[in-house]
C-alpha cells in the first residue's frame, strides 16, 4: 500500500546516495550543535555571571542527565528504525500504527523519567563525590531539569519520527528557535534576574516545551500518513514489542554508559572544583566535536533502515560506506582545529587559569583519537537500521562500561594524582568498540544471515501482494 508522503519527506530507496546522506546529515548536524547549545549557553552563562562554583554546577550534572536522557533517545531511536522501515517498504498501515505507538510510549516515559529524575538527583550527586560548595546549586539545577523533561522526551521522540521519513529540515528549525529562546532565557534568569544555576535550568526545560510543542503541532496538522490522529492514539502491543526490541538495547546501553560516567566524575571530582570545571568544559566541547559523528550516523541508521525494509542491500551497503568516510573526514577536521583552539574555546566558559589549564589539558589529549567515535557511531548506526541492535549495546558496554572502569580502578591506583592514564582511558575503550569488535561483527555470517531472511520476508509478502 502506497504512503502518503509530504514533499520534503525523503524516499531514500532511490536516487542520488551521496546527496541523499549529505541533505539528511547537515540539518541534523546543525541540529545537534543547537541541541548542545542547551546546556552549553547555561554553563557560559553561569560560569561569566555566577561564578566557578555554579559552572561546575551545571556542568557537574550532565552525566545524570544524561543517563536518563540517554535512555530516551535510544527509545526514541528504536521507534525511528520501525517507522523507517515500514516507510521505505511502503506499508501505510505499518507507518500508522508505529507513529501512535511511539507517541503514546513517550507520554507514558514523561511520567516514568520525571518521577526517577526527581528522585535519584541527590543520590546521584553524592555518588558522584560532589563538592560541597556545589552540591546545593547542583541539586537545585537537576530538581529544575527533571521537573520538565518532559518536553525534551517528547522532542526526541517525535523529531525521531520526522527523521525516520527523511526529514531532517523541520526538527532544525524547532532547535534554533528554542535555542535562541533558550539564550535569551538564560540571560533573563541568571544575568539579570541572579537565579544563577537554579535560572539555568528553568530556562532550559521552558526552552525545550517549546520545541516539543512546535514538534507535536506539526505531526498533528500534516497530512501524511505519519500524522498524530488524537482519535486514533493507542498502543500496538505487536507494534511496541518491535519498537521495544529495537529501542531498549539502544537504551539500556546509552542509559548505563552515561551511567558509567557518572563513576568516571567520581574519579575526577576528586581533585577538587578547579580540575571538576575544567573537566566539565572539556565535556561540553567533547560534544560539539562528535556532533558530525553523530549526524552521519542517524543518515546511516535512516537510510540503512529504508533500503533495509524495501530489501536494498546493496544499496544500504553503499551509503553506510559513504557516509562512514564523509564522517571520518569532517571529524577529522573538526579535531584539528578544536586541538589548536583548544584554549580560546574554553576561555568562552570561564576565565581562571587554573580551570582553563584543565580543560585543555583534557581536551587535547583526547580529541586526536575522535576519529575512532566517528568509526563506533557510524557500525552501530548501521547495524541498527537492519535490526541488529543488542550486539552494539553488548560491545559498548563492555568497552565503555567494563573496560572503563576496570582500567580507571587500576590506573588511580598505579598513577595516584596523574590526571593522564585517567584521560587516555576513553580513546582506549574507543578502540576496543570501533577498531575491532563492532566492525568484526559488522562484517560476520550472523549479519550476512540477517540480510537474507529479510530478503526472503520481502519476496514473500511481495508474492502475496501479487496474489490479492
Known sequence: MAVLMRKKDVDMTQGNIFKQILAFAIPMAVGL???????????IIVGQFAGKQALAAVGGTTTIINTLVGFCSGLA??????????????DKDGVERSVSTSFSLSM?????????????????????NTPSDVMQPAFEYLMVYFAGISGLVMYNMLTGIMRAVGDSQRPLIFLIISSVLNIGLDLLFVAVFHWGALGAGVATIISQFISAIMAFVALLKTKADYKINLKKITIDKPMLKKILALGLPGGFQMAIT???????HSYINAYGTDVMSGY?????????????????????????????????????????NIALLSSVVVTAVMSVLFYVFARQLSSAFTSESEVLDKAVFFSQTVVPFYF????????????????????PMFIMLASFVGFRQVMLFIVSKVFPGNLLPIALVFPEGWFIASASLMIAYYLSPVVKKARAQKKQENQQSQSLDKTA
Do not use: E
Open 33 to 43: 550543535l543547537f541541541q548542545q547549545l542547551y546546556n552549553t549557553v547555561d554553563m
Open 77 to 90: 531511536t528504536g521507534a525511528g528504525v520501525v517507522v523507517s522501515q515500514y516507510f521505505g517498504n511502503h
Open 108 to 128: 507514558i516515559l514523561c511520567v516514568i523519567m520525571t518521577v526517577i529524575g526527581c528522585s535519584l538527583s541527590k543520590p546521584m550527586l553524592m555518588l558522584l
Open 258 to 264: 552515561s551511567l558509567s560516567n557518572v563513576f568516571v
Open 280 to 320: 566539565s568544559i572539556h565535556l561540553k566541547l567533547d560534544h560539539f566535536i562528535v556532533v558530525p559523528a553523530q549526524a552521519f550516523a542517524l543518515a546511516t541508521t535512516t537510510f540503512v533502515g529504508q533500503n533495509f525494509g524495501a530489501g536494498n542491500y546493496k544499496r544500504a551497503h553503499k551509503g553506510q
Open 372 to 391: 575512532l567515535m566517528a568509526l563506533n557511531q557510524n557500525y552501530a548506526g548501521a547495524l541498527r537500521g537492519m535490526n541488529k541492535s543488542k550486539t
